[in-house]
């Protein structure tokens, strides 16, 4: 029960983080895990650049690489959540030995499965997600408590030469939800007319 | 036997402008991924489970370049939930197979999935042919890709145990 107190304790917002990081710059790419992340980032504005899972758990950050190699000059960023992180971890592996500079990644950590009913993850008490990434080898990784460490981190995420990878803790808390479109062939269509023309 | 049909699936693949190319390694695949490893046109990529490959495809086609997969039939049960991300959004996936489980083989423990293989691929959305013989493999991988990139779907070629020297284990 503890480990459930510590997270509903954190002071980052999720919402606050996601609108910081996706209004940054109209021209990112931003491919979102299912659930709660893909909310955040349609809560801060759904955009034809934005790519929200409804689904393929475990997928989010090989589907950043397999778009950061084909676009080499465009930054993208994959926001999920920790229970979707840990589903794939193998990424990890799979994007440090291809190493694009232009891929960031960063967890949503809430130490909870949000959206099945709020069960405690993996890194509620065991799992250091940010050493996870450093030992498969991604260069710049990091865990963001506080406003502070954020805004510090903050232009790392975005700018920085990748892969970087962030852990940025979250309040655990159940929040409304901003649904993006559903339809797949609708979501894949419009990031490329938006993107390739 | 005739062992270099894998000439004829890497001249299909660069018709096709293919530039991702994820791959978990089979023996099958071994001189197909040195080349494309040698290409430097061509993003190798090797994964650490095949599934991360169908999102990798998915990316590489929002990104606007082509991919294909390399993998072991037993690969093709590790990526069951993520081929609903290709088959819900209509996203391009070619998958070129190399078949354990279905003729002299050696290791029980491939049977199962080898000979559920095509079963399984067909029932999450793919299209699947097969190759049985070397002179064929260069039309049926044109097929395959052109199914993928001309006709937006998921497409696999599976190339049947018999076109690959038999695997003994030094027995
Ligand atoms: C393969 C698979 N297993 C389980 C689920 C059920 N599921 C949907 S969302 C989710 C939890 C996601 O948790 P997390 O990534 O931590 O996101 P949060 O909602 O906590 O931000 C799970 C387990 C699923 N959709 N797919």
Known sequence: MTTQLRSTAYPL??????????????????????????????????????????????????????????????????????????????????????????????????????????????????????????????AVTGTVHTEAELETALPV???????????????????????????????????RKALLG | MQLDWWKDIYTALKAADVRQVGYVPDAGHSALIEACLADDDMRTVVLTTEEEGISLLAGAWLGGQRGALLMQSSGVGNCINMMSLAATCQFPVPIFVTMRGLWREFNPWQKVMG????????????????????????????????????????????????????????K
């Open chain 1, 13 to 138: 917002n999720r919402r606050d983080v996601a609108a910081r990081l996706v209004q940054s710059d109209p021209g990112l790419l931003v491919i979102a895990g299912l659930g709660s992340t893909a909310w955040d980032i349609t809560a801060a504005g759904d955009r034809d650049l934005n790519f929200p899972l409804w689904g393929a758990m475990g997928g989010a950050i090989t589907m950043g690489l397999g778009l950061a190699l084909a676009q080499p000059d465009r930054r993208v960023l994959v926001i999920t959540g920790d229970g979707e992180t840990l589903m794939g971890m193998g990424s990890f592996a799979t994007v440090a030995l291809q190493a694009p500079g232009n891929l960031s990644i960063c967890t949503f950590d809430n130490e909870h499965y949000g959206e099945t009913g709020m069960q405690v993850t993996h890194t509620s008490s065991a799992t250091d997600l940010a050493g996870v990434a450093a030992a498969c080898g991604i």
């Open chain 1, 157 to 191: 995420i975005l700018a920085a030469p990748g892969p970087v990878y962030h852990v940025i803790k979250v309040k655990a808390e159940k929040l409304d939800f901003v649904l993006p479109p559903k339809d797949g062939v609708h979501l894949k269509d419009r990031f």
């Open chain 2, 115 to 170: 000979q559920a293989t095509n079963a399984h691929l067909t029932m999450a959305g793919f299209s699947t042919l097969t190759a049985t013989m070397p002179e064929h493999v260069g039309a049926l991988a044109g097929e395959t890709l052109d199914t993928a990139y001309d006709g937006g779907q998921m497409s696999a070629l599976l190339l049947h145990q018999c076109l690959v020297p038999v695997k003994t284990f030094g």
